[in-house]
């Protein structure tokens, strides 16, 4: 390790900043992007930030403790709307590009998000929350609730509950519309439905979007495309209630839509398409089907709990489609014509985490990471696909700390599938040494390891460790079949994935010392966890968080459960409940003799705390070596987007558990 440069900590989190969500301006002559970090008070923030593609760096926007979001440029350039939280609840403010005070447009009592310029510019759409029959209220003064009384949860729905929102109440997700001329505001949908964000048609008179109108919404999981006319406020099915289709883009003549979606073929593991349709006809046409690759940014880390995704961007002469797609560690953006013809615009061993097209000038701005950069924002000119670096946010953290470069390795299963991973060696690494190396895996399953920055993993390798990450079967990236595998085996060639994985780099690395492993993950890597160690004893010490335990109490208290047990396991509680306890690593925990940390949010309602409860109860009742940490106000996301305080504590609690035992 070089001298004049430090090892990694948990604490750098607050030095590192994250550029997000590039969008670039109607005339193609600048883009705006968003800027998060952690402040000194261990609270977030972002900014925007705008730069000139002439200029050599961008210039800050918006200041202060606040947080800045979703950029979006006036289809004449004159105005930049975004979402801002400076007033205690979400709301679009406006702000002049030729200089000045951003002024607050919506003053909505649920918040509004999600802004979208119609392109005659006279209207927003935005999403807000209101309840059935209620009408857009305006804002609480200081976010004041007028009725701050203890009153019971009453819960008639199935879907009553979600991580990203917590317990739900009677609101539901809409899509409305601002009228700038007449400084209005108006609720366009209605029903006891949520919906997602939409687009714009041409002619600005009609607007695409995604929800589940159905009248089993609650017992369903399809989400339909629709068009909703902005006068009339009639509505247009599109699809068939079969699948799932979002992120949809009208063509410039009108006369498409482009979407990304699939029909539920292989249920949660169906790798997303490309779809075609006409919005007169409803015919719809798969235009990536002999494509096998997952369409969409399957790369994981833990910088990023969420970045938006364009979809499918269409050329300006309808004959060219833009996408991202996921393919062997690697996310990258593709070209694809009318005829399916798929070529590269960007495919390197790095992460395409967003982008942004100016069709008359054939440029793309695009947010890229790879292993050695938490991400910045790059310029691609066409048609030569010259890449030109914009931005350097982490300049200054990234000269002042020493990172490690991962190895790519391919790694043969028991069964002869090819399994891909990579291997970070210890950054104060010195031949002729032996270290302890740590297995990470990763959550999903149905995601993927990728070319990314991912600072969980360069702090175990600072901290002395090799690092083996992989995509056993299951994960995306490398077509249906890989990733449909691991449904109805979870613990079967999953398992031996990993092991085979393990195996392999034993035997090419002298410098691992096998007797010193250790072993953790999260959510489907936290189950994995559980099952290693209660199969065997390789692992001399093991960290599970946010976890499953049992599957069996899991389909009725995760917000999936009811649903993603039987798509991933393969049965319903009620049709085969042996066959979820064959699956449950609490059925084994009697073997478990490996050290366990277990790590837990006390508000994860994808894999609820109980689970950490039965595994934890189960251990101390046996007198074996474990210890329960929770963290308070911390959902599944917790080491994405959790508490900064309690993201830093996760590590310190890690890598303390490692050190004690390896």
């Given at each position: 390790m ?28 600048k ?82 998000s ?38 019971p ?16 109440d009677?609101?539901r ?5 601002y ?13 006891d439905?949520?919906h ?34 902005k ?5 247009v ?14 063509s ?19 790798i ?25 940014d ?54 395409v985490?967003g ?25 691609i000119?066409?048609?030569?696909n ?25 790694a ?12 970070m ?41 090799v ?10 990236g ?38 010193r ?12 966890t ?21 599957w069996i ?32 690593p ?77």
């Amino acid at each position: 390790m070089a001298a004049d440069k430090k090892s990694i900590t948990g604490e750098d989190l607050k030095r590192i900043n994250v550029a997000n969500d590039p969008r670039i301006s109607p005339e193609g002559e600048k883009y705006a992007y968003v800027q998060s970090f952690i402040g000194d008070d261990l609270e977030y923030y972002s900014h925007l930030y705008v730069q000139n593609l002439n200029d050599d760096k961008p210039t800050q926007w918006t200041f202060g403790k606040n947080k800045d979001y979703s950029p979006r440029w006036s289809p004449d350039g004159s105005e930049l709307a975004f979402v801002s939280e400076r007033s205690g609840t979400p709301q679009i403010w406006l702000l002049p590009t030729s200089g000045g005070e951003p002024r607050k447009l919506t003053s909505v009592k649920n918040g509004a998000s999600e802004p979208v310029w119609s392109p005659n510019g006279r209207y927003i759409l935005f999403s807000t929350s209101i309840a059935v029959n209620e009408m857009l209220a305006p804002e609480e003064e200081n976010g004041k609730d007028e009725n701050n009384k203890l009153e019971p949860l009453v819960i008639e729905r199935i879907k009553y509950k979600s991580d990203a929102g917590g317990f739900h109440d009677d609101k539901r997700k809409h899509l409305a519309v601002y009228d700038l001329k007449n400084d209005h505001a108006e609720i366009l949908t209605e029903g006891d439905y949520d919906h997602s964000s939409g687009n714009w048609s041409p002619d600005s008179r009609q607007i695409v979007f995604s929800a589940n109108r159905s009248e089993n919404e609650d017992s369903t999981t399809h989400l339909d495309l629709f068009i909703i006319d902005k006068e009339t406020k009639d509505i247009v099915k599109l699809t068939s209630s079969t699948g799932v289709y979002s992120l949809a883009n009208w063509s410039y003549d009108g006369k498409k839509i482009a979407c990304i979606g699939h029909e539920n073929e292989w249920k949660g593991a169906t790798i997303n398409q490309v779809w075609i349709i006409d919005p007169l006809t409803r015919e719809k046409t798969c235009m990536t089907l002999k494509w096998d690759v997952q369409i969409g940014d399957a790369a994981i880390g833990d910088l990023r709990s969420s970045h938006p995704n364009p979809g499918p961007i269409w050329s300006d002469d309808h004959a060219h489609i833009y996408f991202m797609a996921s393919d062997h560690g690697s996310t990258g953006l593709y070209e694809m014509d009318m005829e399916g013809e798929i070529t590269a615009v960007h495919s390197e061993e790095n992460h395409v985490y967003g982008f942004t097209y100016h069709p008359q000038t054939d440029v793309f701005i695009i947010g890229l990471s790879d292993p050695s950069n938490p991400g910045d924002i790059f310029k691609i000119n066409r048609p030569s696909n010259h890449k030109v670096r914009l931005t350097d946010v982490n300049e200054e953290f990234l000269q002042n700390v020493h990172l490690s470069i991962p190895e790519p390795i391919t790694a043969k299963a028991e069964d002869g599938w090819e399994i891909h991973g990579w291997v970070m060696r210890p950054a104060n690494f010195e031949e002729g040494q032996k270290y302890p190396m740590i297995l990470e895996i990763h959550g999903g399953p149905h995601a993927m390891y990728a070319n990314t920055f991912f600072h969980e993993l360069q702090l175990l390798s600072a901290q002395g460790y090799v690092v083996l990450y992989t995509n056993p079967r299951g994960s995306h990236g490398y077509g249906q079949t890989f990733a449909n595998a691991v449904r109805g085996d979870y613990g079967g060639r999953d398992y031996t994935d990993l092991m085979s994985a393990v195996d392999h780099v034993i035997e090419t690395y002298d410098f691992i010392d096998e007797n010193r492993l250790g072993v953790t993950g999260g959510s489907y890597g936290g189950f994995m966890t559980n099952w290693i160690v209660s199969h065997t004893d390789r692992f001399k010490a093991a960290v599970t968080q946010r976890s499953i335990s049992n599957w069996i109490s899991f389909f009725g208290v995760s917000d999936i459960g009811y649903f993603f047990t039987e798509w991933e396991i393969g049965c319903s509680l009620f049709e085969d409940p042996e066959k979820l306890w064959h699956h449950s690593p609490l059925r084994y925990v009697k073997d478990i003799q490996t050290p366990l940390l277990i790590m837990h949010g006390e508000q994860d309602y994808r894999c609820p705390i109980e689970q950490a409860e039965q595994l934890f109860i189960s251990l101390k009742q046996q007198e074996k070596e474990t210890k329960f940490v929770r963290f308070p106000q911390s959902s599944h996301e917790l080491s994405r987007s959790g508490p900064p305080a309690l993201r830093i504590e996760r590590l310190l609690q890690m890598t303390d558990w490692f050190e004690q035992y390896l």
